[in-house]
Structures are given as C-alpha cells and as structure tokens.
T-cell receptor, first 115, second 111 residues
Framework: DAGVIQSPRHEVTEMGQEVTLRCKPI?????LFWYRQTMMRGLELLIY????????DSGMPEDRFSAKMPNASFSTLKIQPSEPRDSAVYFC?????????????FGPGTRLTVT | KQEVTQIPAALSVPEGENLVLNCSFT??????LQWFRQDPGKGLTSLLL?????REQTSGRLNASLDKSSGRSTLYIAASQPGDSATYLC??????????FGAGTILRVKS
C-alpha cells in the first residue's frame, strides 16, 4: 500500500490567498484526521471524519478553515483567507476500526508558508 | 482536558546505551496509547500501540509499558543506534478516537 498521500508537499502563498491541501487515506480505512504541527503548539487535531462524515471539528481554529471528505478516498482542508499565523505543517492521518485498535498512520505532511 | 508530558525534552547518548523515555497523561480514561517517531521534516511513523488492557508491547529493540491508573507510559530502547536519532512522541487515545500528543523527546545517539 502506498500509505497516506498528501499534496502538495510544500506550499508558499501570500496572505489573503486561498489554500487547499489534499489527502488520500489508506484504502479501506474508515477514519481520516487532519492535524497541524507548529513549534509553539506541537501537534493539534483539527478535525476528523468517520465514513466520510465529520465527527469532531472542535479543533478547527476559525471559520477560515474548512474540511470536506466527498468520498472515502479523498479529503481537502481549505484555508480562506490565509494568514501568516497559519504557517505550519499540516498532516493527514487515517485509521481502521480493527479490534478497536484504531492505529493511526500519518502522511508526510504539507509544509505551508504564508507570507 | 487531557494533558500529556514527555520527559526528558531532549536526550543525547552514546551508541549502545539502553534508554528510557517517559510519558505521563492527566486523564486515565484512555483506550490505548501510541508511540511514534518523527524524523526531521518527515511525517510520523507508528512504533507501538498498547491497548488499555495491556501492560507491555514489544517490537524488536523497543518495549513500551503502560500503567493506565497512574497515567504513565515508558518507551525503552535497547542498544541504541545512530539511526534511532529522532523525535519520539507519545499519544494516548481518548474517547472519540482522538489522539492527544505530547511535545516529544528529541533523541540523539552519537556514534
């Protein structure tokens, strides 16, 4: 299996622009997670989906952030408008409910820089 | 709110040493706990997952223990190698399939 795939790997954009991050989970996994990692705050869960349905978005920082999962093999995280404080590495992860294990597998991340 | 603390924050050891990384969490109502490693500029790699009903889990030179009632987990690395150099993160899983991460322990193994 190719693992969790994220694109782009790096994104540099100007303040005010719209940014879209993409994720393809591991085939067959029924949970998908979006995390953000910064030096100041570490790894934070933004939102997660189960069977394409958003379950908990309490970590989404502001209305500027939105996430969708139109099907089992694709999810997007959108920031509109972007701000310099959104600069971070964004990770996508997926897991499968197997024997209540829920072991999470992470993608390589998207490094976002907003200037 | 779950809070996770990892000690030490950084560790530098000569090759071949056995070492212990510590993780503590404030809410013992967890389902399991995962240990990850993260190499610079990379994603997270899952090392071990311990269910709440387990006390230990082993994979190669790695051994993780869990004392749920006291809110502690340790990761033991035997015969450390330079390739073990990375940041190690622990993450208990609480209700709703949510992982809460510690800040990590930065490990450097010198050859």
């Amino acid at each position: 299996d190719a693992g969790v795939i994220q694109s782009p790997r790096h994104e540099v954009t100007e303040m005010g622009q719209e940014v879209t991050l993409r994720c393809k989970p591991i085939s067959g996994h029924d949970y998908l997670f979006w995390y953000r990692q910064t030096m100041m705050r570490g790894l934070e869960l933004l939102i997660y989906f189960n069977n394409n349905v958003p379950i908990d978005d309490s970590g989404m920082p502001e209305d500027r952030f939105s996430a969708k999962m139109p099907n089992a093999s694709f999810s997007t995280l959108k920031i509109q408008p972007s701000e310099p404080r959104d600069s971070a590495v964004y990770f996508c992860a997926s897991s499968l409910d197997r024997a209540l294990s829920y072991e999470q597998y992470f993608g390589p991340g998207t490094r976002l820089t907003v200037t | 709110k779950q809070e996770v603390t990892q000690i030490p924050a950084a560790l530098s050891v000569p090759e071949g040493e056995n070492l212990v990384l510590n993780c503590s969490f404030t809410d013992s109502a967890i389902y399991n706990l995962q240990w990850f490693r993260q190499d610079p500029g990379k994603g997270l790699t899952s090392l071990l997952l311990i269910q709440s009903s387990q006390r230990e889990q082993t994979s190669g030179r790695l051994n993780a223990s869990l004392d749920k009632s006291s809110g502690r987990s340790t990761l033991y690395i035997a015969a450390s190698q330079p390739g073990d150099s990375a940041t190690y993160l622990c993450a208990p899983r609480e209700y709703g399939n949510k992982l809460v991460f510690g800040a990590g322990t930065i490990l450097r193994v010198k050859s």
